[in-house]
């Protein structure tokens, strides 16, 4: 069964065990779940239409008005919900394009390291249907299209870096013909060995970037006083951005000599300056559009554009549009992962378990270029903490290059593969001081006293951290389950259960400080209706949503009386990508700025032009709200409809559109001495996963889930609870299912669904509580003391791999935490199993005779 509800209305749970005198090992088998009640189902069906419970004032019982019209904090469906399900939401392969539009198809390189030698394109350039065709000497602008570092050439010139690297593009009259031509090319590498060990790589000096060193305290000291040392490694495996819609653009001369470019992507004003650079022609000769994208999650931040840029280079030579879309297969092969990462860590504690300091090594496997690897690597040094104080300490990140395609952004941005490395050492200490390691996660929280990080930034919001745990560890009953588990696990010589409760402190903002910025663009027109634009792009999470919400409610009007169009470079220029978890945010904020200029210019105009008529308006009490302006209060209230303000405005000339702007104040970071405050906030969230461990064949199964997340507050809780649910199962696909493969040669093997498994419905836990913490609003001036939403639940999944790790430490008798390196596959599990019982308990199956 799977329920959705708040906390506040859950059944409320037996009392927790005191952490510090609770078992250091228990555990149950699942208690039954009673069924969902009416009350629970009729909460939800009032979440979705916006007149739930949490749409009331807690106070007097009443709704307040901007949440009755669907206005930011309501809970709404999706503004294309009904587009998704009836198939009319158009996506890039969906747009109609001019009958002459050309197809496009990549030449790629074979071999992972080599030099090319020769390429000889005469022969597709005779090919039935072929157009043209283009390599790196028709590049008439850039030919390194480096999203921050260069690096990343077009198309290869001389040396060749992976398996996948373009080599040329052919145009024909049809995809068929370009992709039947490709294979015309004569091409000759001299192949050279590959470098594929990130590892290696780190310790030849062999880097994208250089190393960089956090260091807070005299660690070395830490580690001499420390009671016990902790140290191990751990592996942690990429990802597949997976996306629904591949890479796929669509680009139209236009007829000053420039293009517009209708692109699948998550930075439209970045790829408007690689397009330009690469025509050579001025920034605003380049038009990016984008609408909604079938998906993104940081695959299409930086690798949307090269797609765009030969795209372009194609419309421009031969004056007709033109169109590429990647098969999934070549999609996979050419495109970044999230990194993987291979994590080391040296940690001294006290005798009760307590951090007091030490030293982490990440290494980042970035592939043969920069790309955004700099800023990866230091969002994983960042979270190396999670939630926990590691004292004195010192972090130090490499960014290794290999030759493989170019790792890139991936949901967390390299605070999930950094997270991995304390929550290993949690459950390590745990099993090392014998305590259970949900108490040695509590112990080690940050707290009064040890509340700043290891690169100087204050962790606020302290105490919400704590309560936000202890209730989860409250309403899941996990004492009582533990103690059950425990008692299972002795009598169950096969099957062993698993549990565990993880926290999460991600940080919010993008640690490059010149990104946090967002424009936005209002329009009212003479009918009343609105019209907004932003520089967010939409990817399914709802963010264009969330945005006309924001203008409902600041204009006071309802949600259907907002609409928003495409995101274009046109209308709102130098825009950020959509990423960091910041897209509300800042164009939330963006939108809001244009809202509020709008409402004085209004209110001024209406004072000068009501005031006489109705015999004076109260200018500093003017307010918009439910389809009106309203002055005053009580008696002296004076209301005059929204759609008469604006008609009155028109026909006063005074201008019914306004531009916002919004940049995040007092954040910053210095390389040089490795402090600073790279985040605005802290989100944070809890995870208790539940797991069942076949130890005789590795498979498992996840059998119950309990989440409870901060989002402030929310600026729709419908959308927020799809993006916990969705971050988390996508986050326990990365850390157990998604396993990239690659061969000697440094060809990915694992290119396609029968080969890369993706979680599916079927792998819902059948127990799966997702709730989000309420009268918790952001500590900082964010867009309505809400939270980003969009980051922070991924790494709610790593619960489900703690909970393995504890399955398997039943082997042992809770005397060890075993390496289990992700994805944690049923191949991994069992021979994690193997090796603790080789260990612990080499005759698992003898009977109480002593039979063997």
Not at 598 to 613: P, Q, V, Y
């Amino acid at each position: 069964m799977r329920t959705l509800t708040k906390l506040s209305q859950a059944p409320e749970a037996a009392p927790a065990q005191a952490p510090d005198t609770a078992p250091a090992q228990a555990v149950e088998a699942t208690p039954e779940v009673a069924p969902e009640s009416a009350r629970v189902r009729e909460e939800q069906r009032g979440r979705i239409q916006g007149d739930g419970p949490l749409a009331r004032d807690t106070a007097s019982g009443a709704m307040p008005a901007h949440l009755r019209q669907g206005g930011a904090g309501s809970a709404r469906a999706h503004e294309s919900a009904v587009k998704h399900v009836t198939g009319r939401a158009a996506y890039i392969d969906d747009l109609k394009a001019p009958a002459d539009c050309l197809h496009l198809a990549l030449g790629l390189s074979p071999v992972a390291y080599g030099r090319l030698t020769r390429l000889d394109l005469e022969k597709v350039r005779a090919m039935p249907g072929v157009v043209d065709v283009v390599s790196i000497t028709e590049v008439p602008g850039h030919t390194d299209i480096g999203p921050v570092f260069p690096g990343d050439p077009i198309f290869v010139e001389d040396e060749i870096s992976y398996v996948g690297q373009v080599l040329f593009a052919v145009a024909a009259e049809s995809h068929r013909a370009a992709r039947e031509a490709i294979q015309a090319a004569v091409v000759e590498i001299d192949e050279q060995p590959a470098s594929l060990d990130p590892v290696a790589a780190a310790e030849r000096g062999e880097v994208v970037r250089p190393t960089h060193v956090q260091q807070s305290g005299d660690w070395e000291g830490a580690l001499a006083e420390a009671a016990h040392v902790v140290e191990s490694e751990q592996f942690v495996g990429g990802q597949e951005h997976f996306y629904l819609e591949g890479q796929a653009c669509l680009v139209t001369p236009t007829e000053d000599e420039g293009v517009v470019v209708h692109t699948s992507n998550q930075h439209p004003s970045e790829t408007q300056k690689l397009v330009a650079e690469v025509l050579g022609i001025p920034f605003h000769a380049v038009t990016v559009e984008m609408r909604r994208m079938g998906g993104g999650f940081g695959g299409k931040e930086t690798q949307a554009s090269p797609w765009a840029c030969i795209a372009a280079l194609v419309a421009r030579r031969t004056g007709r549009a033109a169109r590429i879309r990647l098969p999934r297969a070549e999609d996979m092969r050419v495109t970044g992962k999230r990194h993987p990462f291979h994590n080391r860590y040296r940690l001294g504690v006290d005798a009760r378990g307590v951090l007091l300091g030490g030293e982490i090594t990440v290494i980042g496997d970035c592939g043969y270029s920069p790309d955004l690897s700099e800023a990866i690597v230091d969002r994983a040094m960042f979270h190396s903490d999670n939630a926990y104080s590691l004292g004195a300490a010192r972090v130090t990140g490499h960014r290794a290059r290999t030759h493989t395609a170019s790792n890139t952004a991936f949901r967390g941005f390299g605070g999930p593969q950094g997270m991995m490395v304390i929550e290993a050492a949690m459950d390590d200490i745990a099993r090392r001081i014998g305590e259970d390691p949900l108490t040695i996660r509590k112990r080690n929280l940050y707290r009064e006293g040890r509340n700043v990080t290891h690169y100087g930034q204050t962790v606020e919001q302290i105490a919400l951290l704590h309560e936000l745990v202890e209730r989860l560890e409250r309403s899941s009953d996990y004492w009582a389950r533990r103690r059950a588990i425990t008692e299972f696990n002795a009598g169950s010589p096969i099957v062993r259960k698993g549990l565990a409760l993880t926290p999460v402190k991600f940080g919010i903002s993008f640690t490059a400080k010149h990104l946090n910025q967002a424009g936005a663009l209002l329009h009212v027109y003479a009918d009343g209706s609105v019209m907004i634009n932003h520089g967010g792009t939409e990817m399914g999470q709802g963010l264009h949503t969330k945005i006309c919400q924001v203008v409902a409610r600041e204009l006071g009007l309802d949600l259907e009386t907002v609409r928003i169009t495409a995101t274009r470079t046109d209308k709102v220029p130098n825009t950020s990508p959509t990423a960091a978890s910041s897209g509300a945010d800042l164009n939330g904020q963006a939108a809001r700025d244009a809202c509020v200029r709008l409402k004085e210019r209004l209110f001024d105009f209406a004072s000068e032009h009501f005031g006489a008529e109705l015999g004076g308006l109260d200018r500093e009490g003017m307010r918009l709200e439910a389809g009106h302006l309203v002055a005053g209060v009580g008696e002296s209230e004076r209301r005059i409809p929204w759609g008469e303000l604006v008609q009155a405005a028109y026909l006063s000339r005074i201008s019914l559109s306004e531009k916002g702007f919004y940049a995040t104040p007092l954040i910053h970071y210095d390389r040089e001495t490795g402090k600073g405050r790279p985040f605005y906030y802290y989100a944070h969230g809890a995870a208790v996963a539940e797991v069942s461990v076949d130890t005789l064949s590795g498979e498992y199964q996840v059998d119950r889930v309990d989440i409870l997340h901060d989002v402030g507050d929310s600026l729709n809780p419908a959308i927020d609870l799809g993006q916990v649910e969705g971050g988390f199962i996508q986050g326990v696909g990365w850390l157990t299912s998604e396993e990239l493969k690659w061969n000697d040669a440094g060809r990915l093997i694992s290119d396609g669904p029968a080969t890369y498994k993706i979680p599916t419905y079927g792998d819902l836990p059948p127990v799966f509580n997702v709730a989000l913490l309420e009268g918790h609003p952001n500590s900082m001036a964010s867009i309505y003391r809400s939270k980003a939403v969009g980051e922070p639940p991924f790494m709610l999944g790593m619960s489900v791999w703690s909970a393995l790790r504890d399955a398997l430490a039943s082997l042992a008798d809770y005397r060890e935490a075993p390496r289990l390196d992700t994805p944690a596959t049923p191949e991994r599990v069992l021979l994690a199993a193997e090796a603790l019982r080789s260990r612990h308990n080499p005759w698992p199956l003898a009977t109480d005779t002593g039979d063997a």
